[in-house]
């Protein structure tokens, strides 16, 4: 079955504690990127992968890294998680230069920075 | 400046009859693809349907169809006999395909279908 796999789906932590967020797609996408959801804010970009080995911010990169060594992975770093990354955060995956391909979405990861 | 405006954070609308949601829309790219997507209460984002810069025709899949009107930038979905089930979020998405295949999402519209 086609899919965009997140680990954690919960994750309660604190300030500082560094965390990472899997996220593995097993379609042979190109294209990988992260969101983040917050209420009245819609989906906000923090970062895509247009391939192996290349990344680049998205509108809310702060905070965050990423890397993408295979093309199947696209992992999520919070190297020092603050209380405002509180968020509904999603890993999302298409083919690259098609128009008409929707984004698969992960289920999402809740994450709590107390 | 936004690139998709949504402009209703929510709606209410009695079952059975249809309902319109907004997204505007800028971008100077010639080529680029539009998505509605819906996000029930249980959190995940279920893709709806797709609309190409390209396309001569409104994209149509099955209730939902795209009210595509290329010069006045505007992308609305309509959701025809709308059912109990069809309340959630919706969110309009750009894909620009000549900077990156980025993709931008609007801030959503919350529907809510009445009994």
């Known amino acids: 079955e086609a899919q965009v796999t997140q680990n954690p789906r919960y994750l309660i932590t604190v300030t500082g504690k560094k965390l990472t967020v899997t996220c593995s797609q097993n379609?042979?996408?190109?294209?990988m990127s992260w969101y983040r959801q917050d209420p009245g804010l819609g989906l906000r970009q923090i970062y895509y992968s247009m391939n192996v080995e290349v990344t680049d911010k998205g509108d809310v990169p702060e905070g965050y890294k990423v890397s993408r060594k295979e093309k199947r992975n696209f992992p999520l770093i919070l190297e020092s998680p603050s209380p405002n990354q509180t968020s509904l955060y999603f890993c999302?995956?298409?083919?690259?230069?098609?128009?008409?391909?929707?984004?698969?979405f992960g289920d999402g990861t809740r994450l709590s920075i107390l | 400046a936004q690139k998709i405006t949504q402009t209703q954070p929510g709606m209410f609308v009695q079952e059975k009859e249809a309902v319109t949601l907004d997204c505007t829309y800028d971008?100077?790219?010639?080529?680029?693809?539009l998505f509605w997507y819906k996000q029930p209460s249980s959190g995940e984002m279920i893709f709806l349907i797709y609309q190409g810069s390209y396309d001569q025709q409104n994209a149509t899949e099955g209730r939902y169809s795209l009210n595509f009107q290329k010069a006045r930038k505007s992308a609305n979905l309509v959701i025809s006999a709308s059912q109990l089930g069809d309340s959630a979020m919706y969110f309009c998405?750009?894909?620009?395909?000549?900077?990156?295949?980025?993709?931008?999402f609007g801030k959503g519209t919350r529907l809510h279908i009445l009994p």
């Open positions: 998405a750009m894909r620009e395909m000549n900077r990156d295949d980025k993709i931008i």
């Open positions: 999302a995956s298409s083919l690259l230069g098609e128009a008409n391909q929707p984004q698969h």
């Open positions: 971008t100077s790219d010639p080529s680029y693809g």
């Open positions: 379609m042979n996408h190109e294209y």
